[in-house]
Structures are given as C-alpha cells and as structure tokens.
C-alpha cells in the first residue's frame, strides 16, 4: 500500500448522496491544524443532499453532479479531482456506483464505509436482511473500493450486536455510531 509520506497534506473528497453523517464526523476528526488529512471537496449526486449544508459551515467547497449520463458526469468528476489533487476519496452513503473507468483513472485512493460486516451482506438494505436472517451480530466495515461492490480488501470493522426487539432504525443507529468510530481510525491507519 503505498502511503504517504512526508508532511505533505493528503487533499480529501468525500462523496455523499444523503444526510452526511459520516460527512461532518470526518470533518470534525481531522479539522485539526496539522491533520494529515484535508477535505478539501464535497461532491453528490443529490442537490438535496442534507449533508450539503456543511460546505457552508464549514466552508469547504461543494459540487453536485448530474448523474443523468453516467459516463460524462465521472468525466467531469475525475478532472474536478485531477484540478484539486485530490487523492484520496471517502464514499460516505454515496448512492451511486462508480464505474470501473472511474477507479481505474483516479489517481488515489478510495475508501468507503459500508453498514454490515462484510463480506456478508453486500450491497442495499443491509439491516433489514440482516434482521430477516436472525443474524446475532452486524456491523460496518471500512474497505477498500475496486470493481466489484462492497468487496475491496478490508482494513476495519466493527461488530454491533442484534437485541431481540431491534428494528432496522434502531440498529442503524447503532451501527452509525460505530462507522463515526471506525471511519477516522482506517484512514489514520493508512496515512498516519
Ligand atoms: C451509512 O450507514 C453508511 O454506512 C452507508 O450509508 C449511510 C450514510 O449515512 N453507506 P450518512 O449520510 O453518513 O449519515
């Protein structure tokens, strides 16, 4: 894994399509003066995106994206990348699969937090197969992005156990509170 090296700042995207939970937390875990890592954009999808308000607080700049034509859109994304030298991408709750053009082209990394323990139950509606299943324990995990969904090589996770009475909401909450935790702890394990 090539890291890093020297003082040089690691210029940061992240992604989002929604509330942007994630989005704050990592603003906040590395908002410090000499973090390694600098969020320098935010780019969606979703011009209604919640997580969108935070550009202005915290003055970082935003993008959203047309995603009517895939293929332009990750186009103009990666030269946005290229412009700000961004290197490493944070997928936090970005609803849209980048494509394996895109992650071939970008220059960097790209890492994404996902609400289960992969490699089990990849992809959408996670609590709700994982309750259907009586599973005992979920969880979320921070991995790696390459082509295939959800299946790059893991560098976190953690597990969250199932009560009996849990309800999908209830344990999303509970897990999110875990991904704030882990999210911060793998890029410091890559570039720290
Ligand atoms: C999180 O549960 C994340 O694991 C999943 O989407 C959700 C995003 O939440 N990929 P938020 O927008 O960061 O609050």
Redesign the pocket.
């Known amino acids: 894994m090539a890291k890093l090296i020297g003082s040089k700042k690691v210029k940061t995207a992240i992604f989002?399509?929604?509330?942007?939970?994630?989005?704050l937390n990592l603003i906040k875990s590395f908002k410090s003066r000499n973090s390694k890592i600098l969020i320098e954009l935010i780019i969606s999808d979703n011009l209604k995106a919640e997580?969108l308000k935070y550009s202005k607080i915290y003055e970082i700049q935003k993008k959203v994206f047309n995603y009517k034509n895939k293929k332009v859109c990750e186009k103009n994304i990666l030269l946005l990348l290229k412009k700000k030298k961004i290197k490493l991408i944070c997928?936090?709750?970005?609803m849209k699969i980048l494509s394996k053009n895109f992650i071939r082209k970008f220059d960097g990394i790209i890492l994404?937090?996902?609400?289960s323990l992969l490699p089990n139950y990849k992809g959408l509606n996670t609590h709700k197969r994982v309750l259907n299943n009586k599973e005992k324990y979920s969880g979320?995990t921070v991995h790696f992005v390459n082509s295939k969904l959800d299946s790059g090589k893991i560098i976190l996770k953690k597990k969250v156990k199932i009560f009996k009475n849990d309800t999908e909401r209830k344990l999303?909450k509970r897990?999110?509170i875990q991904?704030h935790k882990i999210y911060p702890k793998a890029i410091k394990k890559i570039f720290y």
């Open positions: 989002i399509s929604g509330k942007g939970s994630n989005l997580g997928l936090a709750g970005f994404n937090i996902h609400p979320c999303a897990i999110l991904e």
